[in-house]
T-cell receptor
């Protein structure tokens, strides 16, 4: 199993450009998440999905969109990129383990710079 | 406000030594507490998950403790190895279980 894969690994965008960050998992997990990690800060949840066709906003959703047409894929769309979106983006997936706690598995991340 | 605070921010120790990392949280309602290890340039990897009824859990040389009354947790690393150099992140889960409050992490450097 490849686990959670993300593409691209690095990207530089100009202000106002758009792009899609790809995320795929092969563990048949229902739950998937997008986080951003800024230097010296904890991860912030952008969007999450509890299954195909179902998505919901996290803590910092502004400027982003997601879709979940299949169990495996959960792409994150950035429209009109802004310097504040410079960050490292992590995709994760999870399944419920003992007492309902979700074990989250993370991809390697996408480092995005907006200039 | 739901918060997770970790200390120290960074720590340097010699290979073979033990260390303890601290986590204080003000999260309600509390479901469980996790410790993750994040190598530079990689995604976080889960070390332990503890519910409020568990006060200790081990994963090899890593032992996490939880005091739900004082809202404190610690991660103890025994006989450190160079590969332990990483950021260690304390994460507290709200009742929904998939909504997590992440600490900023402790950056641990192991020197030979």
């Amino acid at each position: 199993n490849a686990g959670v894969t993300q593409t691209p690994k690095f990207r530089i965008l100009k202000i106002g450009q758009s792009m899609t960050l790809q995320c795929t998992q092969d563990m048949n997990h229902n739950y998937m998440y997008w986080y951003r990690q800024d230097p010296g800060m904890g991860l912030k949840l952008i969007y999450y999905s509890v299954g195909a066709g179902i998505t919901d906003k996290g803590e910092v959703p502004n400027g982003y969109n997601v879709s979940r047409s299949t169990t495996e894929d959960f792409p994150l769309r950035l429209e009109l990129a802004a310097p504040s979106q410079t960050s490292v983006y992590f995709c994760a997936s999870s399944y419920p383990r003992g007492q309902g706690a979700h074990e989250q598995y993370f991809g390697p991340g996408t480092r995005l710079t907006v200039t | 406000k739901n918060q997770v605070e970790q200390s120290p921010q960074s720590l340097i120790i010699l290979e073979g030594k033990n260390c303890t990392l601290q986590c204080n949280y003000t999260v309600s309602p509390f479901s469980n507490l996790r410790w993750y290890k994040q190598d530079t340039g990689r995604g976080p990897v889960s070390l332990t998950i503890m519910t409020f009824s568990e006060n200790t859990k081990s994963n090899g040389r890593y032992t996490a403790t939880l005091d739900a009354d004082t809202k404190q947790s610690s991660l103890h690393i025994t006989a450190s190895q160079l590969s332990d150099s990483a950021s260690y992140i304390c994460v507290v889960s709200l009742d929904s279980n998939y909504q997590l409050i992440w600490g900023a992490g402790t950056k641990l450097i192991i020197k030979p």
